[in-house]
């Protein structure tokens, strides 16, 4: 960013505080310095699913409880991965692999967080496409889970029968506040049949707590307040002529 140039030619005081103002806004910028990038509690490589061994011959690889095609990534039911040729990826991806979260059945990915603070709040994000198929239209659905190890709570549900048209999650839609340090996420498929939601860019990042919702005035109480504060204003006014006539 170029500095303002403050010279006394150009006049009038007006100029001369724009000056100042840019001159202390770029002061402020680099004493700033550049914005950091968020803090993403999956391992690397695993958002984008680009630990996973490529595909045979880039067909969609199904995968069942218990097998490491996918880790650290822990498969449960089953799931299917394959190369962009058959789930392309979103605009500007070139690496990695998308997820559908129906294999030969509805399945689950669940995966261990790191560095998370107890009592702090994050949130889960991620693409999201639908793979349909011609027998069950959808739209397909899915379910996303955090906590602890076996005790994950339902963070919300996402419906999508869009096709193969890729969305991402609204800010904040599935927050949670961590128990600890030993976290889990987990994104479960809860359409049958062997086509579900088709997921990939999956993101853990710091957030913010939600905010409280300040409790709207009883309308019987504050219109009780109104009639109160109206009559003690008039009586005041009533006194001040009194004394006013008295004087």
């Not at 958002?47 to 498969?75: C, E, K, M, N, Y």
């Not at 579900?196 to 999956?202: C, L, P, R, S, Y």
């Not at 300040?214 to 001040?240: E, K, S």
């Amino acid at each position: 960013m170029e500095s303002p140039r403050c010279s006394p030619s150009e006049g009038t005081l007006m100029k001369l505080k724009t000056c100042a103002a840019g001159a202390a806004a770029l002061a402020l910028v680099a004493l700033a310095g550049p914005a950091s990038a968020a803090t993403d509690h999956l391992p690397a490589g695993a958002g984008d699913f680009s630990t996973a061994p490529l595909p045979p011959d880039g067909s969609p690889q199904i995968l069942h409880t218990g097998d490491t095609g996918l880790a650290p990534w822990s498969v449960t039911g089953s799931v299917d991965y394959a190369t962009s040729a058959t789930y392309p990826l979103p605009s500007g991806d070139t690496t990695g692999y998308a997820v559908d979260l129906n294999g030969d059945a509805p399945g689950q990915l669940s995966i261990a967080l790191q560095s998370t603070t107890a009592g702090s709040w994050y949130q889960v994000s991620f693409d999201y496409e639908e793979n349909s198929c011609e027998t069950d239209p959808g739209p397909n659905t899915m379910e996303v889970l955090a906590g602890p190890l076996g005790n994950e709570q339902n963070l919300g549900s996402l419906s999508y029968g869009g096709g193969l048209t890729w969305q991402h999650t609204a800010d904040n839609q599935f927050r949670f506040q961590a128990q600890g340090n030993a976290e889990t996420i987990a994104l479960r498929s809860t359409t049958p049949g062997p086509c579900g939601i088709v997921v990939t860019n999956v993101a853990v990042t710091d957030t913010t707590a939600p905010e409280v919702p300040v409790p709207a005035m009883d309308t019987a109480v504050a219109a009780t307040g109104a009639v109160v504060a109206t009559a003690l204003g008039l009586g005041a006014w009533l006194l001040r002529r009194r004394r006013s006539a008295t004087a």
